[in-house]
């Protein structure tokens, strides 16, 4: 005949206790993130700024190793981030890395846009500042050349410089979900339809385009996926790791900067609606970017699920430079994927040191 086992009291106190210990970190880490307590830090590998002009600054990162590959790197970023996503966090920063293969690092950070920089064309960056700040990489490392790389927009950036200033010492190019084909862009250019949006009157009621407008067509995107995340942060709480990450991904999502206006109004025009670029009909201050004239190695790297720049958007830019060393590479995942994240530190990242550790020396 069996017998009934008698509970264990204690087991069940401690199991209680532990569920008790549990909620109550769920509890805290909850009020920290909703009172914006003890944020993650960012950006936090040291650097010093070696140029300024108005809101932009040129940083140099301090060396981690004795060994540095004579070819500087030179970071373009986008218009509408801020520049601590390539910098994250220790651990989770493609800078850091970069450093410690032995890279000399520097970084363009347009900075947040003033009401009065609502004026701001694409050749005030491609054509001015961009020049501006490449000259004092060149005092600052005694090196004639050197590579640029760009996420994003930011590798717009640096195809239009290299496609206008055909003779600039650019020795490598890396661009990472850069979009070239808008005709590939998906519901981004659906919702740029002139049919439905009144381009002149938004740029010249507002000014710089909002970031809130901007975080809102991202999220639009993928309308699920917030609450989704909820959820997730709901339902692990009481792990600190897993707060910690959610922390950093989403003060980078949630932390967008303005777009400036007139470069706002030219992005819309020449590339969303009429995808100059593709076609090889862009001009920037009347000159055309002969993207045929990108002679440099390239390296293009792009994520298969990318719902921001979509691999139909990415995928042709290859084709369009004239590059005889060219490659591109396509990862899994998405957007964040290429500079964060554990497919980054595991594929992305050494491919890209790799391919220009023999490219720089």
Known sequence: MATLRTPDVNQMLQAAQAQVQRNLRRAQRGLDILLARQEPP???????????????????????????????????????SKPWILDLTPGQSLIEYLLRQGFDVFMVDWGVPRPEDKGLRLEDYVLDFMPRCLEEVQKATGEPDYTLFGYCMGGLFGLMYKGLLHDAPVTNL?????????????????????????LDHLVDTVGN?????????FEMLRPVERWVSYVRLLDNLWDPMFVY?????????????????????????????????????????????????????????????????????TRPLITLVGSEDKE?????????????????VGRAWPKMAEWLSVRST
């Not at 385009?209 to 067509?217: G, K, N, S």
Request: hydrophobic fraction near 45%; charge should be positive.
């Open 209 to 217: 385009i909002p970031p809130d407008l901007m975080l809102r067509a």
């Open 174 to 198: 890396v661009c990472a979900a850069t979009p070239v084909d808008m005709e590939g862009m998906g519901l981004f250019q659906r919702w740029a339809d002139p049919r439905f949006i009144d």
């Open 42 to 80: 960012v950006g936090a590998t040291p650097k010093d700024v070696i140029y300024s002009r108005g809101t932009l600054r040129l940083y140099r990162y301090r060396p981690m190793t004795d060994e540095v590959y004579r070819v500087p790197i030179v970071c373009v970023m986008s218009l509408v």
């Open 245 to 313: 990450g959610y922390r950093i991904m989403y003060k980078w999502t949630n932390e967008q900067i303005p777009f400036p206006g007139e470069a706002y109004r030219q992005f819309i025009r020449e590339l969303m609606w009429q995808n100059k670029l593709m076609k090889g009909q862009m001009t920037v201050a009347g000159r055309r970017v002969d993207l045929s004239a990108v002679t440099c190695p390239v390296l293009h790297v792009m994520a298969e699920h990318d719902h921001i720049a979509p691999f139909a958007a």
């Open 328 to 344: 591109d590479v396509v990862l899994k995942g998405g957007h964040v994927s290429l500079v964060a994240g554990k497919n980054a």
